[in-house]
């Protein structure tokens, strides 16, 4: 009760004064690899675990030796927390209550994916969901929170010092009535305290966003049917296939922003995506593959390189570095050079965008 009072007395003051209104927007929310597309190995990286994605992810990736021109191959991918919410969503859930824990909520993660890939004469068509199972966040992000909840105590305290409403001698819902606090509220505004302090409740809220967590274990699956000669009635089971990607994020500094991060990636894929020219029929593969990735992140760009290997194929593997910019929350670039599992034809050269759409991205700061 006391941390909500004082929510209340900071979204009082945040309606009256802010141009941001009574909320604050999301903003650090993440463009991921789909793992519609990775399920055929068709992207820059397969390995990832975006912390929190967008609503709406539409990627576009081009093989760069490719005579395709515009981009053929797309996926889209949406986080119904997002998505289909009702509820607005408020500072204390968001932050405050789900930082006092060391794990996420599955649900928050939860993504859905459709993908569309043409490779020759074949059209792939694939689904795939992902969520996070555990998240284990950093003290650092804790100590945070808890300045947060020290700059609100200060705001409480200020706000009882120069807004005294109850002190009005006006009827409430008068002209006179709404003059006396509006003169009280532009005084307040131009205290210098005022604006410090306010300057510093936004900063701390930023920095809660950029805490990476100090470990974390994602899961994902996808399907692929796929057609040849765009003859529906060729479609037919391309690839099933279930992974487990761990990571572990290490400060490189003081900077937020500045990690190495480290990746653990297990795989149990079907595939009948394999044409047999001498049974003259697509045959069926079961594998296990089982890799790792390194990536350095420096603020909004990511330079990583992973090797994976198919354990029950003899040297079978898929090794690739791999590069990404974010330009801004909504559009990021990524690319990727190396061989891919194919014995033949296996060479990754490619070059993609994703456009974040976010909706239902603002935070209220009151609970309602």
């Not at 993440?30 to 539409?58: M, V």
């Not at 929170?145 to 009827?171: A, H, M, S, Y």
């Not at 965008?353 to 309602?368: C, P, Q, R, Y």
């Amino acid at each position: 009760m006391k941390t909500k009072s004082i929510i209340i007395l900071f979204f009082v003051a945040f309606k009256l004064f802010s141009q941001e209104g009574n909320s604050i927007k999301i903003t650090d929310l993440e463009l991921p690899n789909s793992p519609a597309f990775t399920i055929l190995d068709y992207s820059p990286t397969i390995i990832s675990t975006p912390s929190t994605t967008q609503a709406f992810t539409l990627s576009l990736i081009n093989s760069v030796n490719s005579s395709k021109g515009f981009p053929t191959d797309y996926a889209l991918e949406f986080t119904p927390y997002w998505v289909f919410s009702q509820k607005k969503k408020n500072l204390t859930d968001y932050f405050i209550k789900e930082n006092q824990k060391a794990y996420s909520k599955p649900y928050k993660n939860l993504s859905f994916s459709l993908a569309a890939v043409k490779k020759d004469t074949i059209q792939n068509v694939s689904v795939g969901i992902r969520t996070n199972l555990l998240t284990v966040n950093r003290k650092e992000r804790q100590e945070s929170v808890n300045t947060l909840i020290k700059k609100l105590e200060r705001f409480k305290v200020l706000t009882d010092q120069n807004l005294p409403f109850g002190e009005n001698p006006n009827e409430s819902g008068t002209p006179e009535y709404n003059k006396w606090n509006l003169d009280k509220i532009n005084k307040y505004a131009e205290l210098k305290e005022y604006k410090e302090l306010t300057s510093e409740i936004y900063k701390a809220i930023d920095s809660l966003e950029s805490f990476k967590p100090i470990f974390s274990a994602d899961i994902a699956t996808g399907y692929n049917h796929f057609f040849d000669q765009n003859e529906f009635k060729s479609g037919k089971f391309g690839r099933y296939g279930a992974w487990l990607t761990l990571n572990a994020n290490f400060k490189l500094s003081k900077y937020n922003k500045n990690y190495l991060n480290i990746y653990q990636y297990t795989r149990y894929l079907i595939d009948e995506m394999n044409y047999d020219e001498i049974l003259l029929s697509y045959k069926k593969e079961k594998n296990l593959d089982i890799g790792a990735k390194i990536e350095f992140q420096f603020n909004d760009f990511a330079l990583g390189y992973e090797y994976i290997n198919r354990t029950n194929q003899k040297d079978n593997y898929r090794s690739v570095g791999n590069l990404k910019y974010k330009i801004n929350e909504k559009f990021t670039i990524t690319g990727g050079f190396g061989k891919n599992f194919e014995k033949t034809d296996n060479l990754v050269s490619f070059l993609g965008v994703s456009w974040g759409i976010a909706t239902n991205n603002e935070l209220d700061i009151v609970e309602k």
